[in-house]
Structure formats: structure tokens, C-alpha cells
């Protein structure tokens, strides 16, 4: 079945440093991708997506490419900000089942 | 304010003890779904409603239950709860068939003694 595989957190990072955190997929068809965020205390919200293969998704310094050849949609930013410190879910849309399936999330924790 | 609230926000019970966590939002979206997010699994999806009167099981509907009488509103019953049910809940909403994109309530944390 469909199913996403995101990297085993947490992440620590200083302030200003760059930041991978890495996700593939496992699907039928031609899924969406997503890259979802959690603040402590809140609900999640959508970071940003990505609908076909070589699109980029990018929202708030951070981006994402749809790689089919790779099965992988890898986060990214080139400085983070104690700001950032959050809970990121990788997710896919299965449209032959009207679900969004989630990774198990990677916590970042960047340090001033 | 677009938005989806849950209600309670927290909430301790005791097992067997008939709960209902409510969700509204007010954006008029067709879809809603529940979530369970558990330390190392993730959210999970439990029910998910496509529109008024139409409901169907998620990944893990065991022990749960769900009704849509209304558009904005989709609240989860737990008729028994136990202590495996322990865990933290989102609703959360999405236009039809863009289902991917959704806006997810604050979370409402549950503990079954």
C-alpha cells in the first residue's frame, strides 16, 4: 500500500545552519505530496505541496522537490531560525482512497 | 477568521465513560476527517465524511464513531473509551476533492484512566 518514510528525528541545529530532512514514498499512481508543520501546542498547517513530478513546492524559505525517479520529496532551507522549531510531516494524497497518509514526523529543534 | 475549532481541549475520563469531542468549521468545506497522532506513528486517520450523511472508516475506526447532520460540524463519539483510545485528536477540513490541502482544529488531548 501507499505509505511515507521520513527521516527519525530529532534534528538539532544552530541558528542560520542548513537543514535536510529527508522523506520517500511508496505509491500507485500519481500522488500529491506535502509537507506539513506543527508548532507546539497548535494543529498542524500546510507548509507546502507539490501536485506533479519536478514541481517545487516552496512557502516561507523552505522547499521541496517531487522527485519520481527517487520516490522522494526531500524539506529543505538554507538558514533556519529558532522560529522554526517544529514537528515537519511528510504526507501524500492517495486519491483512489480520499486519504492523506503521513510520515511519522522528524522534530527540529534549532538552537540561537 | 477561517477556521476549525474542537471542543474540549483537553479532557480526562475514565474508562467506559461515554465522550463526544465536537469539530465546526466555518469555511464550508465538503470534506472532514478525523485524526489520532500517537509518539512514533504519526496521525493516523480514524473516519473521514465526503459531504452531509457520508461518512466511511479510516485507518483505525475501532471503538470510534461519527455523524455529519450538518455541513460545519463532525464530532467523534466514543461510546466506551479505554485506555488505549489515550492520545491526542485533530479534526480537520478541506474543499471537496482537494482533500489534500486540509486545515487541521488546535488538537484536543484525551486521557482514559
Known amino acids: 500500500g501507499n505509505s511515507v518514510t521520513q527521516m527519525e528525528g530529532p534534528v538539532t541545529l544552530s541558528e542560520e545552519a542548513f537543514l535536510t530532512i529527508n522523506c520517500t514514498y511508496t505509491a500507485t499512481g500519481y500522488p500529491s505530496l506535502f509537507w506539513y508543520v506543527q508548532y507546539p501546542g497548535e494543529g498542524l498547517q500546510l507548509l507546502l505541496k507539490a501536485t506533479k513530478a519536478d514541481d517545487k513546492g516552496s512557502n516561507k524559505g523552505f522547499e521541496a522537490t517531487y522527485r519520481k525517479e527517487t520516490t522522494s520529496f526531500h524539506l529543505e532551507k538554507g538558514s533556519v531560525q529558532v522560529s522554526d522549531s517544529a514537528v515537519y510531516f511528510c504526507a501524500l494524497s492517495d486519491r483512489s482512497t480520499d486519504k492523506l497518509i503521513f510520515g511519522t514526523g522528524t522534530r527540529l529543534q534549532v538552537f540561537p | 477568521e477561517a477556521q476549525v475549532t474542537q471542543n474540549p481541549r483537553y479532557l480526562i475520563t475514565v474508562t467506559g465513560k461515554k465522550l463526544t469531542v465536537t469539530c465546526s468549521q466555518n469555511m464550508n468545506h465538503e470534506y472532514m476527517s478525523w485524526y489520532r497522532q500517537d509518539p512514533g506513528l504519526g496521525l493516523r486517520q480514524i473516519y473521514y465524511s465526503m459531504n452531509v450523511e457520508v461518512t466511511d472508516k479510516g485507518d483505525v475506526p475501532e471503538g470510534y464513531k461519527v455523524s455529519r447532520k450538518e455541513k460545519r460540524n463532525f464530532p467523534l463519539i466514543l461510546e466506551s473509551p479505554s485506555p488505549n483510545q489515550t492520545s491526542l485528536y485533530f479534526c480537520?477540513?478541506?474543499?471537496?476533492?482537494?482533500?489534500?490541502?486540509?486545515?487541521f482544529g488546535p488538537g484536543t488531548r484525551l486521557t482514559v484512566l
Open positions: 480537520a477540513s478541506s474543499p471537496q476533492r482537494t482533500f489534500g490541502t486540509q486545515y
